[in-house]
């Protein structure tokens, strides 16, 4: 029998093999260390588009939360000077009642209708005073003026009560869709992120060009087309905004999201529109795609959450998303819902 052979340590045997591969010009790696394939560049662009769109969906969201919140501020405002208006007539009413009180004691002691007007619940007051028939009519008319004056203090406190935890509200909703936006934001930055050093290349490019267009288009003279009037003024200062940066929640001067932009447009020619753009959908006359005029407000997607002004020819200026600049674009380039003229 022949000397049987013993069997190589696992060590050399994972040796031998990796040998043998080597120079059979197979490369082996290591499968959990293997890194993942780069997304590629269609795939990316459609994800990080569809992110782009939901999160204008949320700043559209941000802006009307943050219109509510202006307008709460406002009321709650006005309504705790009525409080303090009505708290300072109480107390002059009150002084009044003192004032009773302490002629009385000079002269020998308080009357008893006197002192239940003192009382701090003229309601109560009243209601006994009646019952007790202790209420001459000078008193009595005091009394009816003190009893109105808190019933008006009361009724303002209850609604600076609940105006006060509606703006709660309204800033709870406003720090949700702040995040909501930057979450959506920062995740398609990432996913630029993770394409290749070319394919990256390839990004920069697009952003560039675009860009350099915008810039091209800023520096174009004033605008000269058939718009006369207010229409003109609108187009006028759309097109001065060329170049600018989208800034999501702005309104200019430096930077614009949508509707900021439309408004601010508006505003220049002395017309007031709603904040949020599906707002704006209601601030003039539905205008049918063929009578479209320069100045006049197109609307995109079925919620109506991008909005940009017409300038002829088929073409809008409109603030696009965050990472580019106020440009022109067809506006078949988005889903067309359609206009209006304010």
Request: glycine content about 10%; charged content about 25%; overall charge positive.
């Amino acid at each position: 029998m022949g000397k049987r052979r013993k069997p190589s340590p696992p060590g050399r045997a994972r040796l031998a093999v990796l040998t043998t591969a080597m120079a059979g010009g197979v490369v082996l790696t290591a499968g959990p260390a293997q890194a993942e394939p780069a997304p590629g560049l269609a795939a990316v662009k459609e994800e990080v588009d569809r992110l782009n769109e939901e999160a204008e969906q949320s700043i559209e969201r941000y802006n009307g939360f943050q219109e509510e919140q202006q307008k709460l501020q406002g009321e709650a405002g006005r309504i705790q000077e009525k409080v303090a208006r009505g708290q300072d007539a109480m107390n002059e009413l009150r002084t009044q009642l003192g004032g009773i009180a302490a002629d009385q004691y000079r002269t020998g002691g308080i009357d008893p209708s006197v002192r239940l007007m003192l009382d701090s619940d003229p309601g109560a007051y009243l209601a006994r005073a009646s019952a007790q028939n202790q209420v001459v009519d000078s008193q009595a008319a005091l009394l009816r003026q003190a009893l109105a004056e808190q019933r008006r203090l009361d009724q303002d406190r209850a609604e600076a009560t609940a105006t006060l935890a509606q703006l709660d509200r309204a800033a709870a909703s406003l720090a949700g869709e702040k995040k909501a936006v930057q979450d959506k934001l920062a995740k398609a930055q990432a996913l630029l992120n993770k394409l290749s050093a070319a394919d990256r290349a390839k990004v920069n490019a697009q952003e560039a060009a675009a860009t350099r267009a915008s810039r091209s288009a800023a520096e174009r003279p004033a605008y000269t087309g058939p718009a006369t009037g207010r229409a003109a003024a609108v187009v006028q200062f759309a097109y001065s905004q060329l170049g600018k940066p989208y800034v999501w929640g702005a309104t200019g001067p430096s930077g614009y999201d949508c509707s900021g932009l439309t408004g601010a447009a508006y505003r220049a020619a002395g017309v007031q529109l709603p904040r949020v753009s599906q707002s704006q959908w209601n601030a003039g006359a539905r205008i049918a795609r063929a009578d479209l005029r320069p100045g006049d407000l197109v609307f995109f997607y079925g919620d109506l959450h991008h909005v940009g002004l017409y300038i002829g020819d088929g073409k809008m200026i409109h603030a696009p998303r965050t990472g580019k600049n106020v440009e022109v674009l067809p506006i078949d380039a988005m889903p067309y819902v359609g206009a209006v003229r304010p």
